[in-house]
């Protein structure tokens, strides 16, 4: 199992660009999360999905930031126009219904991104 | 606001001594607790979890230990390790709510 994948690891871009970040979760899950890490805040929860339907998006900070899931085994989280404050490592985690793992997220690596 | 918090953002502990890791929370609502541990360059990775009906859940090395009234929980590890040494973080979840801290950095000494 290759576990969870994002692309890309790395990302540097100017204000007000496009940003698309991609995740592949697990084979058979059927929920998937999206992270920011910063360090003033830690781990910030933005939006999951169950089913490729958005459950929850109370975290995604503006309207700026968009997730879609358009199929169970890939999602993007999509900043326009982005702004250096959101420069950050966000995260991809997915795991299985409550019959197969109850509450353990298995994350992807990351992307860092970097907004100039 | 943060409702899980680590209020220690380091932790230094000679090889073979125990490492404890603190963690508070807010909400009375949370029913499960996590640790996860991160290296550099790499996504958290589970490491050890508790429902709130227990206080105590011991794995190998690793122990959570949990105090409701407090709201408090932390992890022990004994005897640390170098390998160890890594970014551990806490969560507390209600229902598919997670709720991370800010870590802990914690570096063991050989």
């Known amino acids: 199992d290759a576990g969870v994948i994002q692309s890309p690891r790395h990302e540097v871009t100017e204000m007000g660009q496009e940003v698309t970040l991609r995740c592949k979760p697990i084979?058979?899950?059927?929920?998937l999360f999206w992270y920011r890490q910063t360090m003033m805040r830690g781990l910030e929860l933005l939006i999951y999905?169950?089913?490729?339907?958005?459950?929850?998006d109370s975290g995604m900070p503006e309207d700026r930031f968009s997730a879609k899931m358009p199929n169970a085994s890939f999602s993007t989280l999509k900043i326009q126009p982005s702004e250096p404050r959101d420069s950050a490592v966000y995260f991809c985690?997915?795991?299985?219904?409550?019959?197969?793992?109850?509450?353990?997220?298995?994350f992807g690596p990351g992307t860092r991104l970097t907004v100039l | 606001d943060q409702q899980v918090k680590q209020n220690s953002p380091s932790l230094s502990v000679q090889e073979g001594r125990i490492s404890i890791l603190n963690c508070d929370y807010t909400?009375?609502?949370?029913?499960?607790f996590l640790w996860y541990k991160k290296y550099p360059a790499e996504g958290p990775t589970f490491l050890i979890s508790?429902?709130?009906?227990?206080d105590k859940n011991e794995d190998g090395r690793f122990t959570v230990f949990l105090n409701k009234s407090a709201k408090h929980l932390s992890l022990h590890i004994v005897p640390s390790q170098p390998g160890d040494s890594a970014v551990y973080f806490c969560?507390?979840?209600?229902?598919?709510?997670?709720?991370f801290g800010t870590g802990t950095s914690l570096t063991v000494i050989p």
């Open positions: 985690a997915s795991r299985g219904g409550i019959l197969n793992s109850y509450n353990e997220q298995f």
């Open positions: 084979s058979g899950h059927d929920y």
């Open positions: 999905f169950n089913n490729n339907v958005p459950i929850d």
């Open positions: 909400n009375s609502m949370f029913d499960y």
């Open positions: 508790i429902s709130s009906i227990k």
């Open positions: 969560a507390a979840s209600t229902g598919n709510q997670f709720y």
